[in-house]
């Protein structure tokens, strides 16, 4: 409460000043241009306005974002670079969000000038700072949102948009993962169960002239039926393995942790327990990272973090992989970063690589636990 209190103060102190300049620079710039038009001077001067107005509205987002913790995403404005200067000008002016960012701009200085005011009182009367401007700068974020953010179409259009690139990615792969699979089984089991059934066909054959041959025969097949067992496991494990849906993700990265060739430490606070598609999205990125260190990386010893966080648009479950190797990992296309990114992506996720030259490598997941 404290913190949202000084936030709040500090807002409305900062924004007054800007928009106490923006206020007079767009009102006399526009009535200045609007004047001179006859002499084409104010053409210019409503130009200069547009960028003032557009400028301004940047510096607000900025502005809530450092001392409230708000993000309101930038709109995106397509804009028509064909034609002329002038109907390129036209069409910047006449463009809606224009006009909702200019609204913003003469709606909320009066609002400023309030604000400033109890934010000073606030100084001086705790009570007022505790609890009252906290309130105050919610309702301005509501009308930031509303004219200096997207608009719902424009929302629902990026969603779509991200939506449907998920899915793709998503599609992509599960068809990467089918084809792994039907690999393994064709190279792996398959191939020991075709030689068990081979084994068991020539000790039946021998079983009366040669038993000692058959014996051995059957020995041999016997082995090769547990090594097919076992990869019939391994690759069981592969798909979802017991331990994650047993003893969550907790136990399931220390096992992953316990198997790497170098030292792993490894903290995990999920609670409560995210859904099983969170769950196995973050122990293969964890598995693949793991492996891909262990082999390229040169490291000596990695961390592995793992916590739940809220946010306003959902919780997420964040996971990181940091080594001290060399450095100069990336998601390339077709690479194994890139698979695992495209694995995030099947549930709204995201994942992110910093890995300079020299080290150390930082791999980040945000996986939302709704979708």
Known sequence: MVQRGFGAAAFMIASFPLSLAGFVLVVTLFTVGVGTL????????????????????????????ATLGVDIPTPTVERDETGSFWRRYRNRLLHPQMWRELSYLLLAFPLHVVE???????????????????????????????????????????????????????VDAAEAERRRIERDLHDGAQQRLVAVAMGLGRAKAKLHADPEGAQALIDEAHSDAKLAVSELRDLARGIYPAVLGDRGLDAALSSLAAKCPIPVDVHVAIDPRPPAAVESTAYFIVGESLTNLAKHSGATEAKVNAWREARPSGD??????????????????GGGLAGLADRAATIDGVMTVVSPVGGPTVIRADLPCTW
Not at 43 to 63: I, K, P, Q
Not at 135 to 157: D, R, Y
């Open 38 to 65: 006859v002499i084409w001077v104010g053409l210019a001067l409503l130009l200069a306005t547009t960028y003032l107005v557009t400028g301004y509205a940047a510096s607000t987002r900025a502005l809530i974002r």
């Open 116 to 170: 400033f005011a109890l934010a000073i009182a606030g100084v001086i009367l705790l009570p007022i700072g505790l609890f009252v401007l906290p309130v105050v700068a919610s309702l301005h974020v509501m009308m930031a949102k509303a004219l200096l953010g997207p608009n719902e179409n424009q929302q629902l259009t990026e969603k779509a948009e991200h939506l449907q690139a998920s899915r793709a990615r998503g």
């Open 316 to 333: 997420i479950v964040v996971v990181e992989i940091t080594d001290n190797g060399v450095g100069s990992a990336s998601m390339r296309p």
